[in-house]
């Protein structure tokens, strides 16, 4: 049966993000939703000596605050230097910096997209082919939306002829599942819980930060530490 999942894009996101595109034969970018302020659509956090730091992409936001994610343009053509700078700084001395130094700054350096939804793609992707990950990512505007929220998704899942929906634990709180199932969908739950700590730099550890924390200091271990790959390093 095809699983799918429909996520909001999120800058740089944390290890449980991207377990949920490799636990689903399609990932869809759900960025027709409403861009919201302090979330996680342009920013996450990273680990530094002096505690967790905010990595934000500034953001030009309207004035009556309804546009969509995918209108969201960026306002500082300049925030990529900066936080390859500050990355740089702060993961200097991981076990695996020096591995993927390159291409992370090529990442940063090369980055022309002028919208937000297209930045986190091009992170996604990249952190994607870095882990392995050979989900399709795609856009909900390539599908057409009616209805409810719920509904909306319930749509795009018959479109894509998906008879799962993987959903994180959050949408709990609004998801209406009789929808799905009266759409013949079964809805899945990921589990974040239980998650094994790795050893981080500076200070207590946090699950809760970017993959390239994991990433850089973990290296071709970092599979092993998530949970919806077999016990093995990265190739």
């Known amino acids: 049966m095809k699983r799918i999942a429909i996520i909001q894009s999120a ?3 944390w290890k449980g993000y991207f377990d949920i595109i490799n636990s689903v034969d399609e990932f869809v970018l759900y960025d027709d ?3 919201t302020r302090r979330d996680w659509r342009n920013r996450n956090l990273i680990k530094t000596a002096l505690g967790l730091k905010w990595l934000t992409i500034p953001v030009r936001v309207s004035g009556r605050f309804t546009q969509k994610i995918s209108e969201t343009e960026i306002s500082d053509p300049r925030w990529a230097e900066s936080h390859w700078r500050q990355l740089a700084s702060h993961y200097a001395t991981a076990p695996y910096f020096a591995l993927y130094r390159d291409g992370l700054e090529a990442l940063y350096r090369e ?7 297209a930045i986190n793609h091009r992170f996604l992707t990249a952190l994607c082919a870095l882990l392995g990950i050979r989900t399709p ?3 909900s505007s390539d599908y057409v939306l009616t209805g409810s929220p719920s509904e909306k998704l319930v749509s795009i899942c018959r479109q894509a002829g ?4 993987l959903s994180g634990p959050a949408a709990k709180d609004y998801l209406d599942e009789e929808l ?3 759409a013949g969908i079964r809805v899945e739950w990921m589990d974040y819980s239980s998650y094994p700590p790795y050893r981080q730099l500076h200070g207590l550890f946090e699950h809760g930060v970017s993959l390239l924390d994991l990433l850089l200091k973990e290296g071709p271990a970092t599979s092993t530490l998530m949970k919806s790959f077999a016990a093995a390093p990265l190739s």
């Open 11 to 13: 800058h740089i996101p």
């Open 33 to 35: 939703a409403q861009y």
């Open 111 to 117: 980055c022309r997209e002028t919208h937000l939804s």
């Open 137 to 139: 990512l795609r856009w």
């Open 162 to 165: 998906a008879q799962v929906y």
């Open 180 to 182: 799905f199932t009266q």
